[in-house]
């Protein structure tokens, strides 16, 4: 008999996608969808996604607002997204504010 034990090579994992200093997560996590939901709102609205939008559509999925918050701060990180970046797109994406018109000063004859 021969008491070696054979081997059986593990396969490499495929290399993980890293940019900033940040590991995108896995495809299908709850973390994964978080990025999912983000990268969906920012391509259909050709901008970053605000944590706004990401909150609401992953709480509706059922996703921890803890891990939404976390993994929303971690998505900007790998896209590189200032938080000056992202106050810029609220701004742009705010409805402009009535404008009063101005006040008319009253006349001595209409308060008589």
Known sequence: MNDEVETVPTPAKPPRDNANG?????GGSKT???WDIADDISASAKRPALREEVMKAA??????KGTIA??????TQYHNVSAADRRAVREMN???KP???PKVAATAEATA
């Open 22 to 26: 940040v590991t995108r997560p896995v």
């Open 32 to 34: 994964g969808q978080v």
């Open 59 to 64: 709480t509706d999925a059922g996703i921890n």
């Open 70 to 75: 976390t993994q929303y701060a971690r998505w």
């Open 94 to 96: 705010r409805p402009p």
């Open 99 to 101: 404008v009063k018109p």
